[in-house]
């Protein structure tokens, strides 16, 4: 896990996403349109390209509020890696996990990317054929580092095995 990394200063990378639970199991899922070379009306994470001077974090809160109105702060943030990103090769892309407040569901204003968004169970994420691939895969081996290392599941009490088999 990297969460100090994603508030370091000076670094180049593709851009950040992430899994954003609000209302425990339940996960934001922006909606992409058919305006994109890049998986056109595919379900997607929340995030996008960095910024000039962004850090990850920054990036994805920047993000964040442009596509769903909606604030992150830093302590919300309970897990981070850095992976290859799957649409700009060879350039680094920052996958983090924001546990949400409850209100947030109140809180959401879509903006101009995408033709909506949806507020979904992490089973239902997990089982969508319309889902990013690649997305799919950072979300299947959160869940795995959530079991082996006791991490919270938003405060649910379902076991992680239970999601994991529905990967």
Known sequence: MQIKQ???KGQTFAGSKGLVFID???VLVPQRDGGTDFYPNHDDLPGGC????ETPFETFQRELMEEMGVHVFPEEISYAVSCPD???EYQELFFMVANLRHDTRKQIKFGDEGKGYLVVH???LLTDRNFIPG???LVKEYLEYAENHRHPLRNNPAHLADHLSLA
């Open 86 to 88: 799957i649409d700009k």
């Open 122 to 124: 992490l089973d239902q």
């Open 50 to 53: 960095q910024e000039p001077g």
């Open 24 to 26: 425990d199991s339940y």
């Open 135 to 137: 997305y799919k895969d």
């Open 6 to 8: 994603i508030f370091k």
